[in-house]
């Protein structure tokens, strides 16, 4: 029998905000049956399913954003039955995993076809994992949380062994399943004891259960935490939990290791950022358990760096070094330390994208990606060089590049919260000094050395993918406005993180109401 | 005899979750540390149908939460096992210590 109340259920799911997952899973069924019901593809056809599947990613964007603008958040808004918060923190993040998603699409398709001859299963992969980031991002339970985990992280490992022909890359996805299955089995276990204590799956329940224990020392908090940090720290890839991320940058095909730094990490510190300020707000401990991981990340990042001979490896330890910069906003907590990490999120995207982009295309046209070979490229490639040596530029954070305005946000942020903060800031700065020996080492063997064999080797004639090189172009020219136009995203970040604190329990958002 | 309450459950997971985190760390065999990830996951699974019952009846999110992961794990397991038998086709092991391509 049709009941009118099942109506009325239907419309309190305020499904309608999640139009963009569900344009992004029927464009994903619809390459996935394209893929099976035709296994022989011709390169004509790989490229269709590439350009559909970029379709669906750049339909999704703007479903995103029409449903932003249709419906203006002004609070937070719960949807399927309060398991995802709507709110404009979830929303930047979501186009932030989208941006990458898209971006890694336009990358890869070159890459593929030159190393391996299924390609449009990677589509769906990728657009599957970003599938999981979105609703990791937005998600408001405990189930969700893991479901949405899971579906990136499954995905993540299947992307890593994706050539699985080379030996390489199905041992780079068997250590990621391996050490990714643990921490999802200690995240599970800290979550169990979570739900143990409060008796909710839910945020916001969990929120005001917790309240009893804020200012008690209780022994199972404690492991609770350590537990999450360490499951949290392996997806932010943070030191000490880094230790699959060199191997797995290396190992992946590198538009997977480039997905991986990009929007596997703007997922993993999505829900950290929601799960810090929402369900553990009013623990002070946390701090100091991010700062250990911080500085760690920072020092063991950039001086692991320091002696990597492969670009994809390079690359791997300076995301380890950044998540370390990154952490430092959490470390402080203040609504402007958040926003400037969240800044620092968006530009990172860019610069680091542009920088896998530009590993990419130089493998694709040398099959090497060993730092050495860069030499000379300047030569035979100059766009190529330029689009590369910006983003490095911004990684290191030389000022006109976005990276030094995010990088002089954070600092700024935290070196203004209280004094005990400075040692914080001075230890960034002082590694941020020695991040620029390795970027710029690449940058002076591209421009100032003689062409290696390699390069040598490059035909003038070589063709260039236009959606690799569009793509790229767009790193770049993101990674040189951002800076320049800073405030309407600034701006942003700093409602989001307003939203975010509305969605405390109320007990705690009364304190921090009367500390400004 | 002795009740049966939450405390005997949290001790036995603790075991279990502590037996498989030794496995996973000391074992070199592949199959076994992926078998020793599904006894942690089980250890999870127990914890939660005994928080369900213990400390709050009036949802079912818990035991609703075990039968995700029990779904999820075994999603995991296939993949870990497909993509183990790709490696040993080209290896012939399942020795953790001879797949040393990328250093650990």
Not at chain 1, 5 to 31: A, D, H, K, R, W
Not at chain 1, 116 to 132: E, K, N
Not at chain 1, 166 to 180: D, F, H, P, Q, R
């Amino acid at each position: 029998m049709f009941d009118l109340s099942s109506l009325t259920v239907m419309s309190q799911q305020n499904l309608f905000y999640l139009l963009p997952e569900g344009i992004l899973t029927l464009g994903l069924l619809v390459v996935l049956c394209l893929t099976i019901f035709n296994p022989k593809k011709t390169s004509e056809e790989n490229y269709a399913l590439m350009q559909v599947s970029l379709i669906t990613v750049l339909l999704a964007l703007s479903a995103l954003a029409w449903t932003f603008l249709r419906v203006p958040v002004i609070t937070p808004q719960k949807a399927a039955y309060s398991s995802i918060t709507i709110d404009m923190f979830g929303y930047l993040m979501r186009m932030l995993i989208l941006l990458g998603a898209g971006v890694t699409i336009a990358i890869s398709h070159r890459f593929l076809e030159k190393n391996t001859r299924i390609v449009s299963d990677f589509y769906v992969l990728i657009m599957g994992a970003s599938l999981g980031g979105m609703l990791l991002a937005s998600s408001n339970d405990l189930i969700m949380v893991f479901v949405a985990l899971e579906t990136l992280s499954i995905t993540s490992y299947i992307l890593a062994g994706y050539f699985r022909r080379t030996i390489k890359s199905a041992e780079a996805s068997l250590k990621y399943l391996i050490y990714g299955g643990m921490g999802t089995a200690v995240f599970l276990f800290g979550l169990s004891l979570v739900y143990g204590l409060a008796g909710s799956t839910n945020f916001q329940d969990i929120g005001i259960a917790l309240v009893h224990y804020h200012g008690v020392v209780h022994p199972t908090l404690i492991v609770i935490m350590l537990m999450i940090v360490a499951a949290l720290g392996f997806k932010l890839s943070a030191a000490p939990f880094h230790m699959w991320a060199p191997d797995v940058y290396e190992g992946a095909p590198t538009p997977v290791s480039a997905f991986l730094s990009v929007v596997s990490k703007t997922a993993a510190f999505a829900i950290t950022i929601r799960m810090l300020l929402i369900l553990f707000s009013g623990f002070a401990e946390w701090a100091v358990i991010w700062g250990i991981l911080a500085v760690l990340s920072m020092i063991i990042g950039n001086f692991v760096a320091l002696k990597q001979h492969n670009a994809k490896r390079l690359l791997a330890y300076s995301t380890v070094a950044h998540a370390g910069y990154m952490l430092l906003g959490l470390v402080v907590g203040t609504s402007v330390s958040v926003s400037s990490l969240l800044f620092y999120l968006v530009t990172y995207l860019f610069m680091n994208l542009g920088a896998f982009a530009a590993v990419i295309a130089f493998s694709t046209l040398t099959q090497t990606d060993e730092i050495t070979a860069f030499s000379g490229l300047v030569q035979k490639r100059p766009w190529l060089t330029f689009g590369f040596s910006i983003c490095l530029l911004s990684l290191t954070g030389i000022p006109i590049t976005a990276g030094f305005f995010a990088k002089f946000f954070l600092f700024q942020s935290v070196a203004l919260a209280g004094p005990v903060y400075i040692w914080l800031v001075i230890i960034a700065l002082l590694n941020s000094t020695i991040s620029m020996a390795y970027y710029l080492n690449i940058i002076r063997l591209m421009v100032v050395k003689e062409p290696s064999a390699e390069v040598e080797a490059i035909s003038d004639s070589a063709p260039t993918s236009s959606a690799l090189s569009t793509a790229l172009s767009f790193c770049v020219f993101a990674t040189l406005l951002l800076g320049i136009f800073a405030s309407p995203f600034y701006q942003f970040t700093t409602l989001s993180v307003q939203q975010l604190a509305q969605q405390r329990p109320m007990v705690i958002s009364q304190a921090i109401f009367q500390k400004k | 005899m002795f009740n049966i309450g939450l405390y005997h459950y949290i001790a036995l997971t603790t075991i279990l979750f502590s037996i498989g985190l030794y496995g996973v760390l000391s074992s070199r065999n592949a199959i076994r540390l992926l078998m020793c990830i599904e006894l942690m996951l089980n250890a999870v699974n127990i914890n939660l149908v005994a928080f369900n019952n213990y400390v709050n009846m009036n949802d079912l999110s818990g035991q609703i939460f075990s039968i995700f992961i029990l779904t999820v794990s075994a999603a995991e397991a296939s993949v870990g096992l497909a993509i183990l038998i790709a490696l040993y086709r080209r290896r012939s092991t399942a020795d953790m210590e001879r797949f040393n391509l990328l250093k650990w």
